[in-house]
């Protein structure tokens, strides 16, 4: 009876320490995984753009700084549905290029109610730490989580978090200035009037960007992209 116990007892603890690594494991990221491996786009010259669905839905970044008089090669490494686990254990395929910049957004996909920002923090930290440690002479962007517009669409892990993602980019500001990083705060660009919503305007569902949403973020990192360039 005590083994059999011992045995539920450690199975639980198991998947609770893999259960955040296995919600990014959709069929769709490991689509993106082989595609990835399959990829030879990244080298010394190249900048990353990594993240989730926000990244992702991009599409193609190099057009989209093109159109803004920007020409540099930016390639999409972003994840539908990806959190910072998926990031962390997929990392690799990026820095062993050591690519000349890395302009990363992380963390949106962790946010509930049961998650701290503490520990989303903590999240966003060990992958920072780890870019640095992988491939050192890289520039590294940290991007701001962006805001979302419930009345738009429900999205039902982030009813009532619009405080705890303004605690994260504090968080994140504050590490970031400490530790000599780069950090975009793009949330304030996307908000409405009230400061917390996600402008209508600027979203397809409450979460994702227009086109016009893709511009506004553009705008704010172009000059960055132009001085990776130089």
């Not at 399959?38 to 991009?58: C, P």
């Not at 990026?94 to 949106?108: N, R, S």
């Not at 509930?112 to 520990?119: E, Y």
């Not at 892990?157 to 504050?174: C, H, S, W, Y």
């Amino acid at each position: 009876m005590k083994r059999n116990l011992f045995y539920v007892f450690t199975t639980i603890i198991f998947l609770l320490a893999f259960a955040d690594v296995a919600s990014a494991q959709s069929k769709h990221y490991y689509e993106r995984m082989r595609e990835f491996r399959q990829r030879h786009d990244i080298d010394g010259s190249t900048i990353v753009m990594f993240g989730n669905s926000l990244t992702e839905k991009a599409g193609n970044w190099t057009a989209r700084f093109k159109a803004h008089g920007v020409n540099a090669t930016v390639v999409n490494y972003g994840i539908t549905g990806d959190n910072t686990a998926g990031m962390q254990q997929r990392l690799y395929l990026v820095t062993k290029h050591h690519p000349k910049a890395i302009f990363i957004m992380a963390g949106i996909n962790d946010v509930n109610k049961s998650v701290s920002a503490s520990t989303i923090f903590a999240r966003q930290k060990k992958l920072i730490e780890t870019i640095r440690r992988q491939s050192p002479n890289t520039r590294l962007v940290v991007e701001s989580l962006l805001p979302f517009n419930q009345s738009v669409r429900t999205w039902k892990p982030l009813v009532g978090q619009q405080k705890k993602v303004r605690d994260i980019n504090r968080r994140l500001e504050a590490y970031c200035r400490k530790q000599h990083l780069t950090f975009v705060n793009l949330y304030p660009l996307f908000t409405d009037s009230d400061g917390v919503t996600l402008r209508r305007d600027l979203t397809t569902d409450g979460l994702h960007l227009t086109d016009e949403g893709y511009d506004v973020w553009i705008g704010k990192i172009k000059p960055l992209v132009e001085s990776v360039c130089k």
